[in-house]
């Protein structure tokens, strides 16, 4: 059975460092075609993609926030780790990570429950 | 750029209902749609523009290429009122603003 879940802190001040890690179960980031993504949502908002690392290490960052995102693994712990700097209040969202579907597919087929991050003083 | 369209769509237990996706740019059939409950996660249910992903009910059917795609729901069961997604995946990743089926 495959999960996710993500953990980090709940409350970040702005202009700090945002870390979360996403912990998994049931698959390995060492098989070919593996890759694990983050996906955030602002409450009452749309969905945004935010980072992709596949197994071979090769990574994928949204333009508009690739300056202040960095993603990485730790296939011995099977975890994925990404960090968002200079946080703000309109980073307030639920973070979400996700397996990628296997295949010649970019959909994401499992995802975490999700993690709560309010940016305030 | 994803456009779905409506944002909202007021329906009732029976209907037949269609979502559609529009993308400023080909994406061949490198698109999904995703159903995403109130607190809960976004679940997969289409991927490939038509492919139903395993144990999704077969009253989901999506269609389309290029530039426009659709999700249609052939008889919406109580369980479906939900925000559907839909995400391109043919240059990055890209998801539409969502459209939320409520009850009419």
């Given amino acids: 059975q495959v999960t996710l879940r993500e953990s980090g802190p709940a409350l970040v001040r702005p202009r700090q460092t945002l870390t979360l890690t996403c912990t998994f179960s049931g698959f390995s980031l060492s098989t070919s075609g593996v890759y694990v993504t983050w996906v955030r949502q602002p409450p009452g908002e ?42 703000d209040p309109v980073d307030t969202a639920t973070y979400y990570c996700a397996r990628g579907k296997v295949g010649p597919s970019g959909a994401f087929d499992t995802w975490g429950q999700g993690t709560v991050v309010t940016v305030s003083s | 750029q994803m456009t779905q369209s409506p944002s909202t769509l007021s329906a009732s237990v029976g209907d037949r209902v269609t979502i559609t996706c529009r993308a400023s740019q080909n994406v061949v ?34 269609g389309g290429s290029g530039t426009s795609f659709t999700l ?28 939320k089926v409520e009850v009419k």
């Fill in chain 1, 46 to 87: 749309a969905l945004e993609w935010l980072s992709l690392i596949y197994w071979d290490d090769k990574k994928y960052y949204n333009t508009s926030l690739e300056t202040r995102l960095t993603i990485f693994k730790d296939t011995s712990r099977n975890q994925v780790v990404l960090t968002m700097t200079n946080m």
């Fill in chain 2, 29 to 62: 059939n490198w698109l999904a749609w995703y159903q995403q409950r109130p607190g809960k996660a976004p679940k997969l249910l289409i991927y490939q523009a038509s492919i139903l992903e395993t144990g999704v009910p077969s009253r989901f059917s999506g």
């Fill in chain 2, 72 to 99: 249609t729901i052939s008889s919406l069961q109580p369980e479906d009122f939900a925000t559907y997604y839909c995400q391109q995946y043919n240059s990055f990743w890209t998801f539409g603003q969502g459209t």
